[in-house]
């Protein structure tokens, strides 16, 4: 029998890889959009002829309902959410119901439809914020230091609720900062690696940030939804922290960034103070000892690779837009 999974946020950086992974497994892929004007496919315009795509939304808990009795998936992987922090203090609202009330609504749709049905959801060490302990685990205690991080914990919170009120097949990965070169241009990594292939091809000439010393656990995303997979396919649910246990600084990012075109990042990078956030979190670092010993899963990038296949990415696609432009 062919699996079929739903893939809420299907447009994102991690809902491409893992329909990428799902698809290679022989699984019948849907992926659910919303009805808006900036519909942004670019991620998964390599795979539109073989996934499914049908509109739906975190608001609206009727669209999830009609959409599971439609589709009737056995895996859903909640991805969809406001998912940037700096826009979560502009949008504190918004980010609430989204990322927050909206994993209630799927929830609760599963558990009216089909209470079969194997829920996922993208939690966030965002959740960690001010952190208790060094490194984070599963038993960490949770201090979120921005609206994002507090809606990720009711998120989190909720999927456990019902796990256990409803028996639901329900799971958590609490996943540290994950990139690739599919990031959003609003994310520091992407961020820097985009201005280092402009910098390098004479587009652009500064490339301004916030604070050189915060540190994080930066894992490639297309290793981390291959454990979202692995949860899912338990006997039991549970929750997960998928990370590297390695952290860096962005300090770090820039100098290899910097490094692979052969630049000295010194003479090019602007500390701005517009870039600090209101509430900075400390040091985030995972624990992945469950994720290795209970799924088997271990990350496979190394960090260095990590920063340099990105701005090769970015080199790549830079280079072409300036060659068809010619």
């Known amino acids: 029998m062919t699996k079929r999974a739903l893939i809420t946020g299907i447009t994102g950086q991690d809902g491409s890889y893992l329909a990428e992974l799902l698809l290679d497994k022989g699984y019948e892929v849907i992926g659910m959009v919303r009805r808006s004007s900036t519909l942004n496919f670019e991620r998964i315009a390599h795979l539109q002829d073989r996934i499914t795509l049908v509109p739906g939304d975190l608001l609206d808990e009727v669209s999830m309902i009609n959409l599971l009795r439609e589709h009737r998936p056995n895996e859903v992987y909640n991805l969809a959410a406001q998912s940037f922090v700096q826009t979560s203090w502009g949008q504190p609202v918004l980010t609430g119901e989204t990322t927050a009330l909206g994993v209630t609504r799927v929830l609760d749709a599963i558990r009216i439809v089909d209470p079969e049905i194997r829920f996922y959801q993208a939690s966030s060490s965002e959740m960690f914020g001010k952190v208790q302990a060094v490194p984070q685990s599963e038993e960490t205690p949770f201090y979120p230091r921005s609206p994002y991080g507090v809606a990720k914990l009711y998120g989190h919170w909720i999927t456990i609720n019902y796990r256990e009120s409803y028996d639901l097949h329900a799971s958590s990965g609490i996943l540290f900062n994950h990139e690739s070169p599919r990031r959003g241009l609003e994310f520091v990594t992407r961020k820097i690696s985009n ?132």
């Open 195 to 326: 201005a280092v292939a402009r910098i390098k091809l004479g587009q652009q000439d500064e490339l301004r940030l916030g604070t050189l010393d915060a540190q994080r656990d930066w894992g490639f995303a297309g290793d981390y939804v291959e454990a979202m997979w692995l949860m899912l396919q338990q006997d039991g649910p549970d929750d997960f922290v998928v990370s590297t246990g390695e952290t860096h600084t962005v300090r770090e990012f820039v100098e290899l960034a910097f490094g692979r075109v052969d630049l000295d990042w010194e003479k090019y990078v602007v500390m701005d103070e517009r870039f600090m956030r209101p509430a900075e979190v400390d040091l985030l670092i995972g624990d992945p000892a469950k994720a290795h010993q209970v799924l088997g899963w271990k990350p496979k990038m190394p960090f260095p690779e990590l920063v340099h296949t990105m701005v090769d990415a970015d080199l790549d696609e830079l280079t072409r837009q300036l060659g068809n432009a010619r």
